[in-house]
């Protein structure tokens, strides 16, 4: 497009976009998180406390299960602090996850009697990690960064709380988390099973909670809520309770939902009601789990995952029950008086509940949930509703968003618009608005404001000039979002060139003659084929030119990525101009990781092609120079029939003389 048209692109509700201002002069800044306040909360310590001090039961069997454990002893070694860890291949795996253990163990042991020996060892293990580790590495990064990590930075959280971390100890752990765990996680894992995005969320919020961030507590929630892989809530637990990887194993699917578990604590402890959304979801997972592990019946559907790698025609053989119910079965039974037969018969069975696997989850959930109703729960923060989501529809914009526990009403509110919200509410169709307009919305924040919600920007439809056009009959959604200058396309299809096309593609203006894209990674469909495209009409077979990032050929598992530059003329046979094979970073143990630039141009008779790997630096991918009248614009299709994929990719402004 042009650099008039761009702007026009961007500027096109110029009066809007200062809704993103709205309410923020009456916030206060960020104060805190409440600490301790991961896991556990003050008002969970206490209630431990109580329950071994004067002998109740399930608590002293499960203290019990906690004191016997050879991680939870005061004369542990600690493992040699290193600069690495990984998996697949392993570096210092086992030893860093056996001292997450002993830390979080011996936090824990330290936070309930007061015995200071647990305290300085689990000191010493954080200490020596944070002034040491530099790196998470390995195919198997997201996972290592995740499991043993959690553990790692729950028991900083309770050591700070305890006085065991100084001020300058606690500022090492936090930049160790940002420099070494969360650069493997910052981007979820939506081409991997649900339990690899599961556990990335969750120590997420850990991370944020520590590190006081509240920017990224609402990537990890929003991702919980809508991200594109297999963990998110509803790619996870399906409408009937059945589970992503119920197919695959139930040791690996009661992992998952032991992770959306515990990020639902978090989020609990912090004011808002994950353990909620969806009409308790997450519930209806764990009951239709427990029931099959049981001996139930339970109703299993084929099912093909969001990546497209794995598929499953019937469930998989019951196993041993993971140690993983008394937590949710005390949030939803206990606390909030709802049926949970299948949760009650799996405690039964497990209490008291000891060690997880490894540093896979937290296990010990007997002595760390258990308890009778009458018993107080942590006090609810007076926090405003964040995550919130914009998406257009034909009935307006639809709002939804992460309520809080407090039952009180907010102020929705946009440029020259104000709505209450009444307690409890979790969505609202804004049907006041205009095709082509740029509208931001937030909420007011409460009072006692601890936390800004962020603002989100949503376009009624797509900027003027611009078009949708649905490719072949693909029965997956094919949809369109634009956020004044992040284009997400939302589409199924076979794929692209093959020789016809069935897929999505979003047209600019007629007049524009340059498109320069970056496209955001990741993507969950390890099918999927997208880029640039110039075609001359909406036909499956229409002749064009196509800039397309596809996957490699082999194994779906690691196939590798090319870019590759094709046009199809008006026979419809297909040419290929170039193609090249990408390289590390972009591409890493076969998954795209990092964005891939892409630009366009018409010139007459011909159409031109570059990339680039950086932003800065283009080499060009081939010229077409086949006569074409049409348009250029976002092309992509998730190599899936029946399963749509999301595709983002940014505007991107060149210079003058590009």
Not at 95 to 113: G, P
Not at 121 to 126: M, R
Not at 142 to 159: C, D, H, Q, R
Not at 274 to 289: I, K, P, S
Request: charged share 20%.
């Amino acid at each position: 497009m042009t650099r008039r048209e761009f702007h026009q692109v961007l500027l096109s509700a110029t009066t809007t976009l200062l809704g993103s201002r709205i309410g923020n002069a009456k916030q206060g800044a960020f104060k805190a998180f409440a600490h301790p306040g991961i896991l556990h909360t003050a008002v969970d310590f206490e209630r431990m406390k109580h329950g071994i001090r004067n002998d109740v039961d399930p608590l002293v069997q499960g203290f019990a299960k906690l004191r016997e454990h050879p991680s939870s002893q005061a004369n542990y070694k600690p493992h040699t602090f290193a600069d690495e860890i990984g998996r697949n291949p392993s570096v210092n795996f086992i030893e860093f996850d056996s001292d997450a253990n002993a830390a979080y163990q011996c936090a824990l042991i330290a936070a309930i009697t007061g015995e200071n020996r647990y305290a300085a060892l689990a000191g010493e293990i954080v200490r020596g990690w944070s002034n040491s580790l530099q790196r998470v590495s390995g195919a198997d990064a997201v996972l290592m960064a995740s499991l043993g990590p959690f553990k790692f930075v729950n028991a900083a959280e309770i050591l700070r709380w305890l006085g065991e971390l100084s001020p300058s100890d606690a500022t090492a752990c936090s930049a160790m988390l940002r420099r070494a765990i969360l650069p493997a996680i910052l981007d979820f894992a939506p081409f991997a099973n649900g339990n690899w995005d599961t556990a990335a969320i969750k120590t997420m919020l850990a991370i944020a909670i520590f590190c006081d961030d509240p920017v990224l507590f609402e990537r990890a929630t929003s991702y919980y809520l809508h991200g594109d892989g297999d963990g998110r809530l509803t790619h996870y637990i399906y409408e009937n309770g059945q589970c992503q990887e119920s197919g695959r194993d139930q040791q690996h699917t009661q992992l998952g939902l032991a992770h959306l578990g515990d990020a639902c604590q978090i989020a609990w402890n912090q004011g808002w009601d994950l353990y909620g959304a969806h009409d308790n979801l997450l519930l209806r997972g764990f009951e239709y789990t427990a029931s099959y592990n049981l001996g139930g019946q339970v109703d299993f559907r084929p099912d093909l995952d969001r990546t497209g790698k794995y598929k499953h025609a019937v469930i998989s053989e019951p196993s041993t029950l993971r140690p993983i119910y008394e937590q949710i079965f005390a949030h939803y039974h206990v606390l909030r008086g709802l049926p949970t037969p299948n949760l009650a018969k799996a405690v039964e069975r497990t209490r008291p509940e000891g060690p997880s696997q490894g540093a896979d989850h937290t296990g010990f959930g007997t002595l760390l949930y258990a308890r009778p109703a009458q018993d107080a729960d942590s006090p609810a923060p007076d926090v405003a509703p964040i995550s919130l989501h914009a998406e257009h529809t034909a009935h307006g914009i639809q709002l939804d968003w992460l309520t809080p526990r407090t039952k009180r009403s907010f102020d929705l509110q946009r440029a020259g618009m104000r709505w209450q919200v009444p307690a409890g509410a979790t969505h609202y169709t804004d049907t006041h608005v205009n095709d082509g307009q740029l509208y931001t919305y937030c909420f007011s924040a409460p009072t006692s404001d601890r936390f800004s919600p962020l603002p989100t920007k949503i376009t009624v439809g797509l900027p003027p000039g611009w078009k949708k056009q649905p490719l072949g009959s693909a029965p997956g959604t094919a949809n369109t979002q634009f956020d004044g200058k992040v284009f997400t396309l939302i589409t199924a299809g076979k794929g692209l060139l093959q020789p016809e096309d069935e897929g999505l593609f979003v047209s600019t203006p007629a007049s524009a003659t340059h498109l320069a894209v970056r496209f955001i990674p990741q993507v969950a469909s390890q099918a999927a084929v997208f880029g640039l495209a110039y075609r001359t009409g909406s036909e499956q077979n229409a002749p064009c030119a196509a800039l397309l990032l596809a996957p490699a050929r082999g194994d779906m598992e690691r196939h590798g990525w090319v870019l590759r530059f094709s046009m199809r003329d008006f026979s419809g046979d297909i040419t290929p101009i170039s193609q090249m094979e990408l390289p590390a970073p972009v591409v890493q143990y076969g998954r795209l990781m990092k964005p891939v630039w892409l630009r366009m141009t018409r010139r007459d008779s011909s159409v031109t092609a570059a990339y680039s790997l950086d932003g800065h630096a283009w080499a060009q991918a081939g010229e077409s120079r086949m006569v074409l009248r049409g348009r250029m614009g976002l092309i992509g299709a998730s190599g899936l029939t029946q399963t749509s994929t999301a595709l983002r990719f940014e505007l991107v402004e060149e210079p003058a003389h590009e």
